[in-house]
Structure formats: C-alpha cells, structure tokens
C-alpha cells in the first residue's frame, strides 16, 4: 500500500524554525517528484514546492520562497521541509503528496497529487 | 500566476441529484485540470485527473470535462458519501494552483 506519513508539525514563534518529516512507503520514492501543500484553518489548498526525484530541482510558491527548503533522502524514502522565519500566515495543516506529472517546462513540472499524506498542523503563534 | 475560479462556492442538494461544478482558469490550461473530494478532517483525495481521467477506485457516477479555460465536475447521482468539499487545480504550470472550493451540503 502507498502510504505517506507526515511529521514535526507543532506550535512555534513567529520567526521560530520548524523541520517537517515525511516517511513514504509502498512505492520507488526515489523515481517520483514529491510535493508539499498547506492548508489554512478553515481555507483552501495551497501548493509549496516541489522537488524533483533526485533532488536537483526544486521549485515554491513565492510567499515562502527564501525561507522554506524542500528536501529528500532516497535511501531512508524521507521527504522534508525545513521551514524557516515563520509568520503568522504560515499557520496551517502541511501535506506531502507524491507528484504526478503533467506539462513540464524548462524543467520545472506541474501535475497532480496522489496520494497525500494525513497532514501534520503547524501554528505560528506567541 | 494561472487564477482558478470554482462556482458556486456552496450548494445543496439531495440524494440522487446531478451536481455539476464549474472551473474557470485566468488563461488556456489545456486539459491539465485535475479534481479532488476532501471530508473534514481528512486529506484530499484525488479523483480526476487531466480533465475526465477517472482515478483508480473513484466510482464512475464522478465525470470531468472541459478543455481551454473552463471545466466541470458532474456528480450524476449524488450519494450520501459523496458531501464534501471540491476542488479544482490546474497541473500546467507553476505555480500548481487551485481553485476555492465547492462544499455539497445536504439538502
């Protein structure tokens, strides 16, 4: 079964640093691009990055552009996401989702996500 | 940024209803437009992608359609399993977008 597992999630200041886990199983982890996604008490989905399957590429929103880094380990199938200078708006449920391809430009690739993992809440706040 | 537009953003409806959800890009996505159901407190999960792409295990009553800038989702039989929110998101470009949500309720 495809299973992802998210982590690290928790209450932190604002400025606070946080470390986000996420243990795939069930597939070749090291063949898919992986992704994060968040979601806002009570709001809609918000993309965060991507990274490509050897960790070569790695793609975000703007809003966490220079602050948030996405990163893998291929031999222990983990996803991370180091998360630094927190604010208030980055309040929210964190989901890992495995990427599956659709139209790629330049390298960089859009797709869909399948499965995703059950969320891990993290809360900016002092 | 590719803009999605889901309407409406709530609707009620009754068992066995047609329910048809619509999505709009800000600019051609092509057909790379993927729909997803999420309960409350649970993950999404996806059930179309690249516009009528059934997902494996997803019953066949969910259709997508469309192509350019404007998509649907049809539930054509509403079961009581299927209230929940929706959401639209485009996989052409990034950054990956989504749309704002339709909740079904129950009427």
């Known amino acids: 079964e495809v299973q992802l597992v998210e982590s690290g999630g928790g209450l932190v200041q604002p400025g606070g640093s946080l470390r986000l886990s996420c243990a795939a199983s069930g597939f070749t982890f090291s063949t898919y691009w992986m992704s994060w996604v968040r979601q806002a008490p009570g709001k809609g989905l918000e993309w965060v990055a991507n990274?490509?399957?050897?960790?070569?590429?790695?793609y975000y929103v703007d809003s966490v552009q220079g602050r948030f880094t996405i990163s893998r380990d291929n031999v222990k199938n983990l996803l991370f996401l180091q998360m630094n200078s927190l604010r208030a708006e980055d309040t929210a449920v964190y989901y890992c989702?495995?990427?599956?391809?659709?139209?790629?430009?330049?390298?960089?690739?859009?797709?869909?996500?399948?499965?995703w993992g059950q969320g891990t809440l993290v809360t900016v706040s002092s | 940024d590719i803009q999605m537009t889901q309407s409406p953003s709530s609707l009620s409806a009754s068992v066995g209803d047609r329910v048809i959800i619509t999505c709009r890009a800000s600019?051609?996505?092509?057909?790379?437009l993927d729909w997803y159901q999420q309960k409350p407190g649970k993950a999404p999960k996806l059930l179309i992608y690249?516009?009528?792409n059934l997902q494996s295990g997803v019953p066949s009553r969910f259709s997508g359609s469309g192509s350019g800038t404007e998509f649907t989702l049809t539930i054509s039989s509403l079961q009581p399993e299927d209230f929940a929110t929706y959401y639209c998101q485009q996989c052409y470009s990034t950054p990956i977008t989504f749309g704002g949500g339709t909740k079904v309720e129950i009427k």
């Open positions: 600019q051609s996505i092509s057909s790379y």
């Open positions: 690249v516009t009528s």
């Open positions: 990274i490509k399957e050897d960790g070569s590429g790695k």
């Open positions: 989702a495995r990427l599956r391809l659709g139209y790629c430009v330049s390298g960089s690739c859009s797709g869909w996500f399948d499965p």
